[in-house]
């Protein structure tokens, strides 16, 4: 025996003996008594739990419970606080302050003990196959612990208590291991090709290393455990998303799906799939949704609802097999269940809510159409799986009128995302004298015959309308849309706008006005998400396909201005403040000029790799001064420069005439005065670093730089806006358009009067 233990056992002895003679003692003398025996249990109770977790002391103090010195200190204390009462108030000793720190420290030392005999045990309990025990014991330690962290941590000392967190966390994580384990063997998944299988075990004999357990482990051990370490909700959710992907949405794509259920003594087996080994969880819904009839529906939720049926009552009889579903675990099975409702919801909504639902907005009142899905539901609340505050079916007949709304907007949008992802390359001609009358009508007309200073104009100036002369072909005032070239695609949109506006002017009713409004809201937000992804490519390097979908965009935005306003008395009276489309106006603007830029910046970046040298400072001038020094000719190479000045000239040549071809007047001429700038911008630049040139060098260089000036006639007459007459007597606005054309000219006119200089005697 070591002299430790020997003196833990006079301790012990002494105290004995002086407890015959302890309710003999004073008050002072009892709680100084008490406050030793505390002392005395603190420390055997650290010494036991460091025996015990850090292994540095004997196997005697190892096998210690604490528990046992701490049985009878509750007695003891509770007599001396009897004590202390019965004396007279003590004269500033502060007994009742000693008392109660004392108590503190009890409470906090009992804790310690009991969350120590609760830990130092669970390896053996796991290993027995006790999970249930050492569930409950884990989680009484972790209250324990909580307590003591949250308030006590002065009174139990800050090292052991850190051993008990760090030992409660390894045997948390070593039971939730375990756990693991036994939910993976009494849950087996099997997939075999074509065929998915649960297999559930009604208990578990041994552990993942083969030791048999002293007692096997049932369904209701494995469901306590997870209910005491709070994961049974993590098991349920991992359950239902197997039983969905594997069992309930099959079924609902094809209710023919082979269904079987086989029970022995000790598991029970649900497979599907057995007889179909062509089945791939990746083949399409056979759902009879695309043009079924109503009878070929309710043939199908009948047969649905006959093995949901079976899969449902494979979960209530054999997933919770001898659980206590209605006390234990009610909270548990509800959970399941409505997790599972939740999770195949959306499927039946989409596979069959849906089509269910009549074409005919005079039929939607009957909610016996949904009658199928209502037997549906059932099968879940015969089960007990749903409550009967929790019927979606009942829910969505409620609002049958907006399914049906939905179900006709969801058709319009997937046709126009049909329409606008579509590889159709063709174009039309709208506006000015094309085949789409201007989308303002009577309106249009009206706000003309007022005239300029009018109120009519000041309506079209609110709308957002241009108001650019040249954006009028025909100089009349009107406000039609100019001549362009638009593709299918967005007259298609614009058609759709219009008439769904007009199915809810047709049906009538308040919500349904609301949600055919958002309808042709989204479809033009459909536009400018598809649109510019499908054709990101080409609008770089093909002017056509970018010229055409600047037009769209401004198609689309001169119908916007309008759309609500012509039809602001045909909307309901909760609609009017709202139903506008005037501020989608400014994203298509954006997507106009978004659509334009980077093809010209490159067609910039391409006339400026072709004009090459005439880039580059003084180039021209020092070519001038080595031909007067006698280096070489004046204009040595002149044939190569004009050639890069045909080139460029060329590159504006031929997007202008596309432009020509596609783009509104007032449009195309912006554009190409901003490509004749980029050619016509180094050419003056490299004239005005000449201070003088001789007659015959001054005659070459006009020459050099005709293939700029004879640009002029991209802007020719044929443009003009007006009749024939008109256009015959226009002069070209060249210097309104590109604003280097007056600098070029007057660079011209210098060399000219330099020539013309020369030839005076």
Known sequence: MNHRTQRRRHRREEADAGQAGHGERSADEQLAAMEALLEEARASAYEAINSHHRDFLSIRVYAQDPLDELATLNEKYEAVRTRVADEDADPGGGRVQRLDAAGRALQAIVRLAKAHANLKDIDDQILHGDIAVAASAIAEAGGLLHELGADSPRLVGAQPLEVLQAQHLKKRAALRAELDYLTAEM??????GAVHELAVSYCVTANYDGVPYESPVTLSDLFFALAQLGLAQDMADRLVSSLVSRWLAPLLRNPAEPLSVTRVRLFATMSIGAFSAGRRDSDPPTLPAAAATRALLEAHCEALRAQWATVLAFVRDEVFHEVNIEDDHADLYAY?????????????????????????????????????????????????????????????????LQTYVGKRRRDLLAT????????????????????????????????????????????????????DPDADPDGDGSLALARCSI????????????????????????????LYFHAVRDAFALYRCLVPAKWAAELLVDPRRAFVMH?????????????????????????????????????????????????????????????????????????????????????????????????????????AHVAAAHLARATHLRVVGLLVDAA????????????????????ALVRLVEPVLALEGLFAAAHA????ARRAAAPAPVAKYAAEWDPLQAQIRRLT??????LLP
């Not at 978004?594 to 010209?600: E, I």
């Open 753 to 758: 009067s330099m020539s013309a200089h020369r």
């Open 336 to 400: 399941v269940g409505a997790r599972l409702w939740e999770s195949v919801w959306p499927l039946v909504r989409e596979g069959l809510l849906v089509p269910l639902v009549p074409d005919d907005i005079d039929s939607i009142a009957d909610a016996q159409c949904l009658a199928p899905l209502m037997a549906l539901e059932e099968a879940w609340l015969e089960l007990g799986l749903i409550s009967a505050d929790a019927l979606l079916v009942k829910d969505a007949a409620r609002s049958l």
């Open 487 to 514: 593709s299918v695609q967005a007259q298609t949109l614009v058609e759709f706008a219009r008439e769904t506006i007009g199915l809810a002017q047709a049906d009538g009713g308040k919500t349904t006005a609301a």
């Open 680 to 699: 016509a911008s180094h050419v003056v630049r490299r004239l005005e670093e000449i201070d003088s040139a001789g007659d015959s060098t001054a005659r």
């Open 551 to 655: 037009n769209d965009c401004e198609f689309i935005c001169h119908h916007l201005a309008a759309l609500g306003h012509r039809h602001r008395d045909d909307w309901p009276p909760a609609l009017k403040a709202t139903a506008t489309f005037v501020d989608v106006i400014a994203a298509f603007r954006a997507l106009a000029r978004a659509s334009l830029a980077p093809l010209l910046s490159r067609i910039r970046e391409q006339i400026a790799v072709a004009l090459g040298p005439w880039t580059q400072a003084r180039w021209l001038r020092d070519r001038l001064a080595a031909g007067e020094r006698g280096v070489g000719s004046a204009l040595a190479g002149a044939d190569d420069a004009e050639r890069r000045l045909a080139v460029a000239a060329g590159t504006v040549s031929q997007t």
């Open 416 to 467: 126009v995302a049909a329409v606008l992802t579509s590889d159709d390359a063709n174009t039309v001609v709208v506006g000015g004298e094309g085949p789409v009358i201007d989308v303002l009508g009577d309106y249009a007309a009206a706000s003309s015959k007022k005239g300029a200073g009018g109120k009519g104009s000041k309506k079209a100036a609110g709308l957002g309308l241009d108001a």
């Open 721 to 724: 806006p007006g009749g024939p």
């Open 187 to 192: 849950y087996r998944f099997g997939d075999g």
